[in-house]
């Protein structure tokens, strides 16, 4: 009687360890294909912009853009303004003036430069320019402006702040944007309509995966992925939740990230409790719009 209680017991422990060789020792290894990365379905055909701009798909963050004029006589502080005023009517475009943390920086010399046998009347462009997937985001400009207009039109300054806007010098003399000023010039149809189509595009962020791998060895699962800011503005806090069969087995806290930044994470060892793990997943959640959500999940099936 008490050799069965004890054969009896035995078995239990038996068993008992083996489901928990199963389940807690890794003794197999599975990889896992990459099944879907629904890449943005967002584009933009830059073919136009690289016929118009210095780099693709050229834009401030957001269609409202801040400016600060600093010393500059009053007739050059007037072409500038008008400039602005002129943009604003023919564009979507809104600029604010600011005391401080200006995006476009507008300043005036006295002297004219001579380079080489031209006058130049004016410079201007980006200064600080980030890459964010099909985006060049232009996050500053500068104008300096070094002779009054003698046009009715503002046409230099409106030249220069085109250049702040990414755009190049055109080859037609008639186009506001050819290298030598004239009063006649004109803002091509073509600058207008990119404008129009670029800053339609809503300011918002959008977080994708990019790198994203799965393995399984045993119960537990490695993951790595990274996660980059392809979008328009900088996103906040979002999660990541990680399921396998469908199921969620982690959410991650992923912090803030900039315009065009991105951040790894890296996890091991993470114990999966369902049996015969076919697929597995990431997903991005964010409580803000994005650009676009349909880039916001990776799947993953075994390798065959
Ligand atoms: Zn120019």
């Not at 003698?150 to 702040?164: F, Q």
Request: hydrophobic share 40%; proline share 3%; net charge negative.
């Amino acid at each position: 009687m008490e050799g069965r209680i004890i054969n009896g017991f035995l078995v239990v422990v038996i068993i008992i360890l083996l489901l928990s060789i199963y389940w807690f020792i890794p003794f197999k290894t599975t990889e896992f294909d990459l099944e879907s990365n629904s890449n943005s379905n967002f584009s933009v055909n830059s073919y136009e912009s690289t016929q118009l701009q210095f780099y693709e798909n050229m834009r401030f963050p957001d269609k409202k853009i801040t400016y600060k004029i600093e010393n500059c006589p009053i007739k050059r502080k007037k072409d500038m303004e008008r400039a602005l005023e002129i943009m604003e009517q023919e564009t979507i475009l809104e600029f604010y003036p600011v005391e401080k943390n200006q995006q476009i920086t507008i300043t005036c010399e006295e002297t004219t430069k001579l380079e080489g046998k031209l006058f130049i009347a004016g410079e201007g462009g980006p200064t600080n320019i980030t890459i964010a997937g099909n985006f060049n985001v232009i996050e500053a400009g500068k104008i300096l402006l070094m002779k009054d207009s003698e046009c009715e039109r503002p046409n230099v300054a409106i030249h220069e702040l085109l250049h702040v806007l990414g755009f190049d010098h055109s080859k037609n003399p008639k186009n506001i944007m050819y290298e030598i000023s004239k009063c006649d010039q004109v803002i091509g149809e073509d600058i207008l309509d990119f404008i129009e189509k670029i800053y339609s595009i809503p300011s918002n962020p959008d977080l994708l995966f990019e790198d994203a791998k799965a393995s399984m060895h045993g119960k537990y699962l490695d993951i790595n992925f990274s996660i980059r800011n392809n979008g328009l503005k900088d996103a906040g806090e979002s999660k990541v939740k990680v399921l396998a069969n469908g199921k969620e087995i982690k959410e991650i806290e992923i912090p803030e990230i900039d315009i065009g930044y991105g951040r790894k994470v890296s996890i091991a060892n993470l114990w999966v409790k369902q049996i015969d793990v076919q697929k597995i997943g990431f997903i991005i959640e964010t409580d803000f719009e994005e650009l676009d959500k349909a880039n916001n999940r990776v799947s993953f099936e075994i390798k065959k």
